[in-house]
Nanobody, 126 residues
Framework: EVQLVESGGGSIESGGSLRLSCVASRDTFLGRCWAWFRQAPGKEREVVAS???????SYANGMKGRFTISQDTSKNTLFLQMTSLRPEDTATYYC????????????????????WGRGTQVTVST
């Protein structure tokens, strides 16, 4: 069973930047859709951005411009570059992927993706 492992989270001041990474534990895992979600305490999990295997990226409303999703297919690694971070970006960020479903036409709901990481905490202070 493939596992996704996130890294790169931490505590940072408002206005700072972080780069999250997500690596699949199995080189043979071929994800068609990869995505970043986040969940703040007391709130529902929400999609941040997704990227399809053909490179098509989609962003949730308000995320494009500050957040950039990318992937290194040779290393089966997903990235999320976050800039101009705000306290409201504080959340646990999760990487997710699916080997069958596409997300070429927009960001997917959580139910669209079968494989999830355990998350990495991002805390933005004022």
């Amino acid at each position: 069973e493939v596992q996704l492992v996130e890294s790169g989270g931490g505590s940072i001041e408002s206005g700072g930047s972080l780069r999250l990474s997500c690596v699949a534990s199995r080189d043979t895992f071929l994800g068609r859709c990869w995505a970043w979600f986040r969940q703040a305490p007391g709130k529902e999990r929400e999609v941040v951005a997704s990227i399809n295997s053909d490179g098509t990226a989609s962003y949730a409303n308000g995320m494009k411009g500050r957040f950039t999703i990318s992937q290194d297919t040779s290393k089966n690694t997903l990235f999320l570059q976050m800039t101009s971070l705000r306290p409201e970006d504080t959340a646990t960020y999760y990487c997710a992927a699916d080997s069958r479903r596409s997300c070429r036409f927009g960001t997917p709901p959580p139910s669209h993706l079968a494989t999830w990481g355990r998350g990495t905490q991002v805390t933005v202070s004022t």
